[in-house]
């Protein structure tokens, strides 16, 4: 196998490149002016470690892949054509209000609580951009007023006059009868032919999500509208780019779908928060290929601490409301949490309670903690970890950041010590056991809301400061492994290169399989056949354009079933693609059951009240190779005791002293060795603190194991052939 | 005998009598000694033991956070499987109280005063059914509860209570309370503003065993089911609370197991007592005075009368007293009367999410604060007198307050917010009933209340529609999902309305207009229930102006769809053009207050609403003239209002604002302002009088003087004015008596007029 893939980040181009046996991973600094020039100093990174010209290595590979932040830095930064609406009449208001919350979404607990100081972001289309279109279809699909194209017309003509540049259709329950959709985009080519240089683009909101909910519906085919030209120009110019460059095959672009496609058949949408979903799909990849088990993804950063859920099974959450930048849309997105937990978190004096409290607001990168010495005036989580003992001040960041220890001392004794009479390391202490606690309860809360026990869960920690607090996260959870996966520093870009090409296609519908009040349970199989027949289409189109082999197109079918009339809605994966007799439905019933009793708690279930359909959904994918990450677990048989680099002094949670640390530098361990807690290991893009009562085992590809004392090394079932390096 | 044996036989028999009354008993109503106290109770033995064991913040801080996160997780729970519209969309909340009952720690989301009214019925459960041999309190057991004479807002509100038992002690309660909707009363949807007695209220559940060994008694639920339109609502609600509370139960049970018994009470007690002292420091510093405000409410829901909402809020050291004596007296056959329980609910509510938002949510933010009511005033009701809709009055409460403490606000050294004009205060929304295109008989209402607009600030505009005052993040939902389970048509549904707006320097956040017409069922109807028709529920601050007022319209006598279906260029998307064109032949076109009690709708009628403004901040002529335009722009304001109340000058096609010519005409108009302007004293001698007008249908005090308390006349009942210490309910005669009484008068009027 010979592949590329590439994570476009806010500050670096990760890279990650298989060739044959060889996994190289490499990175560049993100050009945001031209996102070729930093991928191509990525590759030929990649290339010059192999000994390769990058030409021969595009000429070769079967595909390169794009995970990318390029829509989400668009969004923050509004940077987008001016996109007019067109809406029922009747609802010109649905967007500008947002059901009322939108003020909220997006933001910390604190903030939403706050109504005096709430505020709307900035609106993508403005009020004076959105007209009412005359016309309405009800909540079958039957036509209660025709469209009123003179109307229609006149309205065009204004919004084009205000400067439209760009043009979203969203109508009332087009989900069931898209006709005057449909018609609004044949009218608007009309008066605006394709040919002519004054077309514009045309998103009709039933495209692009096919569930009901006409808020959401609509903020989908905005942001989709606001951010197609800005991705199209970056993305078809990177593609331009490889083609220029010898690669001849599609380029392929990542989706928060946890599939992938190619530019062809991409909602812009669709590529919002890619790279943490393709961590999460990397570490997906990862618990099946090392027989993890129940895996929980956490990448802790500088600002934010993103959480995922992997189960065992392929049980996939998704959020069918996910909440981009600050609006809540309707396409299913690999379920994340976002919290805000980094090590920038501020820390300050809960004067109430007489304690620390730390985050959600953080220092960021600029002025960053205290102890970069770039200005920054409030203690961070960085700052009580350097206090710690825990950050090298000379050697953090590979030495790129030189760590001031005075102004972290100072900043904490002003906020905390003078008020709470402690010393820094006490103070130092409770901001480690608060952070940590923080997160635990986010990662609890979670799996709990699933219906799981942490105890029963692998954490995976990556990102720049979640190998420094996994072992507190850990500790506060009753987790007993933690794993720092391979290749962790490119480990979203992995997981791009792992993908399966994947199109979701569903209906929204109102459908009982059990009426309570009749007491019948459903039967016209064919009418459901049906459903799923057309979604299966739908699907196979998408792949077959885009070169796939027919047989090798596979489905999955999944619904969405509630009790009576509640909002939960519980998805299930049907254990077949067609009903046939009433053991299927009963099958799906039992299925239904099972899952909902798993997240709500035995006996919660509520049959008696009836069992509801509401989407029927179909997962049409076709399943490509992946990389080999099975050989991560150390054979157990050769185990070496490193030599420490040197030590120091460390404070930690539930020891009233400092402990002696030894030091070690993660690029001289070999696989196999293991480092006993109390230890701190250094490498170029973070610090492993391996707290007292754990151990560190390292795995290949740079995997690190943490392992509580008394606690085992995942057995695998299958040994597989090792990849070099 | 002497007098020591005197004294002892007068011991002993008032023994044996004690025993006896306490032996029997026949009702265990409401306990004026829970329900009269809202401060956090004493420390229990339980407690004061914990305290000394156990002493860290920083631990007892992170105790708190793990229960935190169990109530939100329980929250969630609950909105995922809550079948009520009222769970679906933010009126719901969970959390955990103590042993002795206060809440401790409640979830991020959801309505406050709902939990925060539960310590009462925990109080009630603990005092009473603890030691009763018949009920007793057990591992496993659950209370349901819904009436608001034992503590809760009113009774469509349901909650199910459960004590936590840790090696056999009772260490805690979870508590989940869902606005359902549907309780069986004389009008569906559970708020109902005909009912003239409680008993035509729906279900009143004092605080009862629905729940052994973790499940449901099929008995009870049976019967709770049958008192209620909606059956399936009623099991399945049942069933989510109580899943709900056993989530919390475990995640309080986890967090014992994992930082010892001693901890969590002592994090619970200590997370009360702190807050307390920091509550009363926050008062403190505010400045020392007294500021007074009042509103009226203009509507019982079934007359327009004025009920006075009056407020003395006065800040003594770290003292802070609502003093609402002086308002009207209790209405024994209306539904509009709220029990003071729930009257401080909502002021908690207040404080929590208008003044400290970043305050733990629990019971100890209003401990420090102090109420004084006059007995058997409206907002402090007796047990006879109805109050399903308490709304009526404690909102205008809520408001009444808000303003007054924006007043001390703006001198407060430290906020912990903005200084915020009063938000809006009414929930006006469509309450529904009847059945459906799937067949089932319904009663529940619209999320649509939750779209109140938001009130001015000090440096910025209101938020247009977007939040309840009492939930943060609550859902107006979609409209689509709303429309694929009941059988009616919002053809208008929440639209920005032209000029629905507080105007000020900054102005209000707008609400927006509502059309509604049945489609596709055999019976349906709808209510509402809101004050503010006739005059504005909400003013302003410091010169901006209140909302307006707003009436409900309908249109009868015409199917508006085979009009959209034969001539669909008729149809208006607006309730002024309607009301204004009055588009369809033969139709009546009528306008009422926003009391309406539940009415059949027939196919194609359009009953028609709107929500509404926040109040304005600041004088109108002080409002940056390019917010004018910007609001032109987004149709959001008229020419009218641009040009004549805020006094700008523009070219109206282009909107081109001509700043001098604006400078000159705000000029102008403060000049003007000054000549149409009095002296005070000729004010006070115009206007104020010693009592109320004669005519005028009046309710509370006159003036400053409030130990009299006015009522009436309304209705051929003549006024009566009473000692603000021996207020008596008031009557009021049925509105159909009032109406033929005013027909068989004009009647009479119109023969003698023909015989003369």
Known sequence: MK???????????????????????????????????????????????????????????????????????????????????????????????????????????????????????????????????????????????????????????????????????????????PVHERRVQEVLLEEYPEHLLGAMPIVMAHKVAGRKGEYVRTSSAIIDAFLHDVMYHGLSSLELNLRESSYKKPMLVIHNSGGMAQLNSTDALQTIHSGPVAGVSASEHLAREAELGNVICTDMGGTSFDIGLVVEGGVKHYDFNPVIERWMVSVPMIHLVTLGAGGGSIVRYDRMYGTVQVGPTSAGSDPGPACYDRGGLKPTVTDADLLLGYLSADNYAAGAIKLKTARAKQVLEEEICDVLDCSVQEAALMVKRRVDANMANGISTELRAHGYDPRSFTLLAYGGNGPLHGCGIANQLGIDRILVPPFCSVFSAVGAGNMHQLHIHERSLFMWIFDSNSRKLYNDYPAFNKIVEELEEAGRLDLLRQGMKREDIRHHLELDLRYGNQLAQTTVVAPKMRLERMDDVMAIINQFSVDYGNRFGKGSEAPEAGIRINTIRVQSFVELET?????????????????????????????????????????????????????????????????PGWRVEIGEHGAAWFLRDGAEMPKLGKKSKAAKV | MGKMENSEVADREKMLIDQFLEDNVLFLGPDPEIMLEHDISPRSEMEEVALTKYVDPAAQALIRDRLQ?????????????????????????????????????????????????????????????????TVGIRKGDGFIHNDARYGNIHNTDQSLILPVFYEGKLVAWAGATVHEGENGAIEPGGMPSAAESVYEEGLKMSPFKVVENYELKKDLVTFLQNSTREPKLQFEDMKTKLFACRRMEERVLATIEEFGL?????????????????????????????????????????????????????????????????????????????????????????????????????????????????????????????????????????TATQLAVAKFMYSCPEKFSKLIAPWHNMIRTFI?????????????????????????????????????????????????????????VQIVSKKLMMDNQAFGKYRGGQGYEMIASSLGSPLWGFMTCCIGSKMSSVPGLFGGYGAPAYPLCKVKGVDVFEVMKTDPRKFEFSIVDIMNKRPFAGASYTTHHTGMQFEIAKRGELYMITQGAGGGYGDVLERDPNLVIADLEQKLISHETARELYCIVYNPDTLLLDRDATEKARAAERMSRKKRGVPFKDFVKKWSTQEPPADLPFYGSWGRDRSVIYAGPYGGVPRRAMSADAIEAIYMPNPRDVRIAQLEQRIKELEQSKNA
């Open chain 1, 627 to 691: 990389v080999n990450l099975s050989n991560i677990i150390p054979s157990g048989t050769v185990k070496s005791s490193p030599k420490p680099t040197g030590s120091r002094k460390c404070y930690f949670v539930g020891h009233d002293k400092p402990l002696e640390t030894q030091t070690y530098d993660h690029a001289s361990l070999p696989v196999g060795a293991e480092v006993k807690g109390p230890a701190v290991i250094v490498s170029a893009t973070t610090t492993y603190l391996v707290e």
């Open chain 2, 69 to 133: 996160a169990g109530a939100n997780e329980s929250f969630e729970m609950l909105e995922q499987m809550g079948a009520a519209p009222g769970a679906k969309w933010g009126d719901l909340i969970t959390g955990v109280f103590t042993a002795s009952g206060d809440l401790s720690v409640c979830s991020a989301g959801g309505v406050l005063i709902f939990a925060s009214l539960v310590h009462h019925p925990v109080k009630f459960i603990n005092k009473y059914w603890k030691n009763d041999p």
């Open chain 1, 3 to 177: 592949r590329v893939a590439v994570d476009i980040g806010g500050t670096f181009t990760d890279c990650f490149m298989v060739w044959d046996e060889h996994y190289i991973e490499s990175k560049a600094l993100t050009t945001h002016h031209n996102l070729a020039l930093g991928f191509r100093e990525a590759l030929q990174a990649g290339c010059a470690k192999l000994n390769l010209e990058m030409l021969d290595v595009l000429s070769q590979v079967d595909s390169v892949r794009y995970a990318t932040t390029l829509g989400t830095n668009a969004l923050i930064q509004r940077k987008g054509p001016k996109v007019a609406l067109l809406v029922t009449a009747g609802f010109e208001s649905s967007v500008p209000l947002s059901r009322g919350r939108g003020y909220g979404e997006g933001l910390d607990s604190r903030s939403q609580q706050d109504l005096p100081g709430a505020c709307r972001p900035d609106a993508l289309v403005p009020i004076p951009m959105i007209a009412g279109v005359r016309q309405r279809m009800d909540a079958v699909g039957n036509i209660l007023m025709e469209l009123d194209e003179d109307d229609l017309r006149e309205k065009i003509r204004d919004l084009v006059d205000r400067g439209a540049q760009s043009f979203v259709v969203s109508l009332i329950n087009s989900v069931v009868n």
């Open chain 2, 262 to 398: 001693d901890a969590f009470i002592a994090s619970m007690r200590k997370g009360l007592e702190d807050c307390k002292v920091e509550v009363a420091r926050r008062v403190s510093e505010w400045p020392e005075g007294t500021v007074r405000s009042m509103v009226i409410a203009d509507s019982t829901l079934r007359e327009n009368v004025m009920v006075k909402i009056n407020l003395e809020l006065r800040k003594e050291g770290d003292s802070l007293i609502c003093d609402f004596r002086g308002s009207s007296p209790e209405f024994a056959n209306r539904c509009n009367n709220t029990l003071l329980a729930s009257l401080k609910g909502m002021l908690a509510q207040l404080f929590l999410v208008f003044v400290w938002p970043d305050l733990p949510r629990n019971q100890a933010v209003f401990a420090p604060i102090k109420v004084i009511v006059d007995p058997k005033s409206t907002l402090c009701s007796s047990y006879h007198t109805p109050n399903a809709q308490s709304m009526m009055t404690f909102f205008p409460a809520f």
């Open chain 2, 432 to 488: 529904w009933g009847g059945i459906t295109q799937h067949n089932e008989m319904v009663g529940n209402l619209c999320a649509d209340l939750n779209g109140m607009g938001g009130g001015a600030r000090s440096d910025r505009d209101g938020e247009h529609a977007i939040a309840p005052i009492f939930a943060p993040m609550a859902d107006l939902g979609e409209q689509e999902l709303n429309e694929e389970e009941v059988p009616f």
